[in-house]
Nanobody, 115 residues
Framework: QVQLVESGGGLVQAGGSLRLSCVVS????????MAWYRQAPGKQRELIGA???????NLTDTVEGRFTISENNTKNTMYLQMNSLRPEDTAVYYC?????????WGQGTQVTVSS
């Protein structure tokens, strides 16, 4: 059974940093891509960035230059390093894993950025 567990969220002041982790268990060898999303109150879930199997991470323009995605395959963990955080980054952050079109989600971790 595939499970994704996010952690690392919390309350931070504007300009601060957080690092989110996504630990994956299960059939990790069959994943074709993993991604980070976020959902702010009253808004749709939006893609932050993704990393495909054998590829490099790609981030959206909204967070490019402030956020980075990395992974540690030996720990089955994907990270989201968030720097220069802004109040508009406040959201629940989710990681996902794509297994040939079947997408798995974590439960999310709350990030709150105060001004």
């Amino acid at each position: 059974q595939v499970q994704l567990v996010e952690s690392g969220g919390g309350l931070v002041q504007a300009g601060g940093s957080l690092r989110l982790s996504c630990v994956v268990s299960g059939r990790t060898s069959s994943f074709t891509a993993m991604a980070w999303y976020r959902q702010a109150p009253g808004k749709q879930r939006e893609l932050i960035g993704a990393i495909t199997y054998g590829g490099r991470p790609n981030l959206t323009d909204t967070v490019e230059g402030r956020f980075t995605i990395s992974e540690n395959n030996t720990k089955n963990t994907m990270y989201l390093q968030m720097n220069s955080l802004r109040p508009e980054d406040t959201a629940v952050y989710y990681c996902s894993a794509d297994e040939f079109g079947l997408v798995y989600w974590g439960q999310g971790t709350q990030v709150t950025v105060s001004s």
